[in-house]
């Protein structure tokens, strides 16, 4: 190998000195105004998040208790009756639970049909499609969906036809998340894979969506984030209650519903409840959000 001529080592040692130089006043003065500007910028973009947060601690607050997480809610006007909203958080959950059962594993396998089985081909470009279209269509639409499905079949208004809506709602977010977080993982690791003779099921499976875990889960949580506070679809299906859920197949109560009926009471009691409700539906999300990155991370260390 030739050895390097003096100009070239000249050049690298020019570049190599002003790498190490300071910066100029005026690039350093642009540099810290514009980093300035980028954190004013993103707290103006928090700050609706954050009033709204605070709005809904501030107003709901006041009513939040033990009674309120465990008691039915009592009729306007009984000050000796607890009042609580214990009916709708179990009713949320059995729905939205449904609803997650049903929708993320098919979002799933619906992300690596897309991603691994038939990339690049027209029945994925038409999946694709079909689910972009889902997840534009108006919620309510789906709720008339599951009422003509369902409701008007059993004719009764159910958890199950409320847990069919919210898990149509679903099924697009965990979906396309789902091909996204696949599409991240190297592909370097399929080919080390299938160096080693791995099948395509063994590579998808034990090496692709463990890495893809954390992405996918964070999709799963913004399904069930929306789809526990959507309204509309819950009204045609799953309608409500005053009592608790008592199976599967009749009307139940949910947070969404309730903090909309309350909402528009004309009684002052019922609007504090709304806005505890609406506390309340917060933190079941936050503290699921939370559980769900713990166990990841314990899975991640071990």
């Known amino acids: 190998?030739?050895?390097?001529?003096?100009?070239?080592?000249?050049?690298?040692?020019?570049?190599?000195?002003?790498?190490?130089?300071?910066?100029?006043?005026?690039?350093?003065?642009?540099?810290?105004?514009?980093?300035?500007?980028?954190f004013v910028l993103t707290g103006l973009a928090l700050l609706p998040l954050f009033s709204i947060v605070w709005e809904i601690i501030r107003q709901g607050i006041g009513r939040l208790s033990w009674e309120t997480l465990v008691s039915l809610p009592a009729p306007v006007g009984m000050e000796d009756q607890p009042n609580g909203i214990a009916n709708?958080?179990?009713?949320?959950?059995?729905?939205?639970?449904?609803a997650a059962l049903a929708s993320v594993p098919l979002g799933v396998i619906t992300g690596i049909f897309m991603t691994e089985v038939m990339k690049g081909t027209t029945a994925a470009a038409s999946?694709?499609?079909?689910?972009?279209?889902?997840?534009?269509?108006?919620?309510?639409?789906?709720?008339?969906?599951?009422?003509?499905?369902?409701?008007?079949?059993?004719?009764?208004?159910?958890?199950?036809?409320?847990?069919?809506?919210l898990s149509l709602v679903m099924l697009p977010i965990v979906a396309l998340t789902t091909e996204e977080a696949l599409k991240l993982v190297p592909s370097s690791y399929r080919q080390a894979s299938a160096a080693l003779g791995g099948a395509r099921f063994q590579t998808v499976f034990r090496i692709i969506l463990p890495t893809a875990l954390p992405a996918i889960t964070t999709g799963a949580l913004l399904a069930v984030a929306r789809a526990a506070g959507e309204t509309a679809p819950l009204m045609f299906t799953a309608l409500f209650s005053q009592f608790w859920p008592e199976g599967l197949m009749s009307p139940t109560p949910s947070m969404s519903v309730l903090i909309y009926n309350y909402s528009g009471s004309p009684y002052k009691e019922q609007n504090e409840m709304a806005w505890t409700a609406a506390l309340v539906l917060l933190f079941m999300v936050l503290i699921s959000n939370i559980l769900s990155r713990l166990v990841l991370k314990r899975k991640s260390s071990d």
């Open 1 to 38: 190998m030739a050895p390097a001529s003096d100009s070239s080592l000249d050049t690298f040692s020019e570049v190599g000195l002003a790498l190490h130089q300071p910066l100029s006043p005026w690039r350093r003065i642009f540099s810290q105004g514009m980093t300035g500007l980028g």
């Open 88 to 98: 709708a958080i179990v009713g949320t959950l059995v729905m939205v639970g449904l």
């Open 127 to 165: 999946v694709r499609f079909i689910m972009v279209i889902l997840s534009s269509v108006p919620t309510v639409i789906l709720g008339v969906f599951a009422y003509g499905v369902l409701v008007l079949t059993t004719k009764t208004f159910s958890a199950v036809a409320g847990a069919l809506a």
